[in-house]
């Protein structure tokens, strides 16, 4: 995997990745779609899901002092960051689905095995129904602030109703920048630095608007309950003490669903805490990685 390796270096803007691409072949295509990045010299795999929006970027606080024990694997999905944006397909994103066979072929492409995914937000759900339709890639998921549903339906708290969620994305429509940066401030929570929203808010602005608008459709309005307890991994699930988009229900109803999951409440707060407490995030998931 020479030739799909990076160097991570804690800088403020994405523009740190950097990679020597070898000649175009159907390998190459796989991973030039997704920006697919490999560092670390490790034996077992770390694989980091995007949630909406966001750039692998985004993961450099947690994945940077990884590579020296394990090798890590990067990407973004097809409109975000440094993807192909010429290779969304509508047709094909017009589920979650879709992004969950880009995460197949990636693993598949790279022949990866035993994999640990740590993904975040709808992410999570990308990786679950990953890992549902191709079980022998995968050996642990570590789900930070997932959701199956953000709407509240008879007998499950969500934690918003359907008309809110459809003026939020009404909202996003009709201008998009202003919404990147309300749903950044959002995300991050109160009590935060500002540059933190600022460089959420960045992440959305980067990535293709006509895309995101669909994008979120779909991840927002998704409900992925039925496939909950198909997931047969053994997964650890890392919830903020206090997270506007995703509330605690959410967090006990995945527990008690899942068929192998733990959960572990974070004092952090907000949605992103891979960004705002990294250092909490890498103490609760070395048990689980040793495990």
Not at 21 to 29: D, E, H, I, N
Not at 40 to 58: E, V
Not at 137 to 153: D, L, T
Request: glycine fraction near 6%.
């Amino acid at each position: 995997m020479q030739d799909y390796t990076i160097q991570l270096a804690m800088m403020p803007t994405p523009s740190c990745y950097s990679s020597t691409l070898a000649a175009r072949s159907p390998r190459a295509s796989v991973l030039d779609r997704n920006h697919v990045h490999v560092v670390g010299a490790g034996t077992q795999t770390i694989l980091f899901c995007n949630g909406f929006g966001c750039s692998q970027h985004i993961w450099r606080y947690v994945s940077a002092p990884l590579t020296s024990r394990y090798r890590v694997v990067l990407f973004d999905h097809v409109g975000s960051g440094d993807s192909d944006r010429s290779a969304y397909e509508p047709q094909k994103y017009s589920t979650l689905a879709g992004y969950a066979q880009d995460l197949i072929e990636i693993c598949q492409t790279l022949d990866l095995r035993d994999v640990v995914v740590v993904a975040h937000s709808v992410g999570a759900t990308i990786a679950m129904l990953a890992a549902i339709q191709a079980p022998e890639y995968f050996a642990k998921a570590i789900m930070i602030g997932p959701s199956p549903c953000y709407i509240n339906q008879p007998g499950y708290y969500g934690g918003t109703s359907r008309e809110d969620m459809t003026q939020l994305l009404d909202l996003m429509d009709l201008d998009y920048d202003s919404w990147a940066n309300m749903f950044a401030g959002l995300l991050i929570g109160s009590g935060r630095p500002a540059s933190l929203g600022e460089e959420l808010a960045g992440y959305f602005c980067n990535t293709d608007s006509t895309i995101a608008k669909r994008f979120a459709r779909i991840a927002f309005l998704a409900d992925n309950r039925a496939e909950v307890p198909q997931l047969q991994l053994p997964t650890l699930l890392l919830q903020c003490a206090d997270d506007a988009v995703v509330p605690t229900e959410v967090a006990e109803y995945m527990l008690a669903t899942l068929p192998h999951a733990t959960l572990v409440i974070l004092k952090a707060t907000g949605h992103c805490p891979h960004l705002s407490a990294p250092l909490e995030i890498l103490a609760a998931i070395a048990p689980f990685l040793a495990e």
